[in-house]
């Protein structure tokens, strides 16, 4: 079944719309006809059987059938990465595989040893389309029918203060093991993970004063954008839904 993303704002009573990247991809790429069914879902956890019922050069029009179930659960726990910018394709890559493995949210995190800095809210605007884009994609191939949210780009110092809830900030020293976290049922988690350059000293401090709980990974050194990835494994293993 092929499957399609539109908007909640382009779904009315029995009939949505697709926006025209979806419309040329059904109507050029996978070329389509008025009759087939395609699966369409809204990126909020709803998913629908279609037909398609007209075929315009810039929409695509489609009966609503019935309600279906996506083809991939959400896990039960709702998991927020927040993770230190990096570099260009790193940062990609993190999203991109967040978003397979089931985060509800991602949060990028201004750190003193970021590979990247913010210039302006216009650099902001095109990095999160970017951002936003990959984690659609990712939801879509990965029978999701929950995109992440991506948020803008935080200070650190400010994600301490705002934050709450049950998070684990992972540093390269000084922390307990990750075994050691109690084995509860987590419903909310927050996990966070710096830059290449690992934390500053006082960025561990501010952590620890706000109630993170630190954890220290063993093994080998991981690269940033591996440590995210694999952090989120480990939490969806322990605490949601990978087995």
């Not at 999203?95 to 210039?119: C, F, H, S, W, Y």
Request: hydrophobic letters at 45%.
């Amino acid at each position: 079944m092929r499957r399609f993303f539109a908007a909640p704002e382009n779904f009315s009573e029995k009939e949505i719309r697709l926006n025209e990247d979806e419309s040329r991809h059904l109507r050029d790429v996978l070329r389509l006809r008025v009759g087939e069914k395609v699966a369409v879902f809204d990126g909020a956890g709803n998913e629908f059987l279609c037909s398609i019922q007209g075929i315009e050069r810039k929409t695509v029009s489609l009966l609503i059938l019935e309600k279906i179930s996506a083809p991939s659960p959400e896990s039960d726990l709702n998991l927020t990465l927040a993770v230190a910018l990096l570099k260009g394709e790193k940062f990609d890559l993190v999203v991109q595989k967040a978003t397979e493995l089931g985060v509800k949210r991602v949060l990028p995190l201004e750190t003193a040893r970021a590979d990247v800095k913010i210039k302006d809210q216009k650099d902001v605007a095109k990095k999160l389309e970017r951002w936003r884009r990959i984690a659609l994609e990712a939801a879509k191939q990965s029978g999701r029918a929950v995109v992440p949210e991506i948020e803008k780009p935080i200070e650190f110092e400010d994600f301490v203060k705002t934050s709450s809830g049950e998070r684990i900030f992972f540093a390269e020293r000084g922390g307990e093991e990750l075994n050691q976290i109690p084995n509860k049922d987590f419903e909310k988690l927050t996990i966070v993970v710096g830059a290449e350059g690992g934390w500053d000293e006082r960025e561990i401090e501010l952590a620890r004063a706000g109630a993170f709980k630190i954890v220290t990974l063993g093994g080998r050194i991981l690269r940033a954008e591996t440590a995210a990835i694999v952090t989120v494994a480990l939490l969806q293993h322990l605490f949601g839904d990978l087995r």
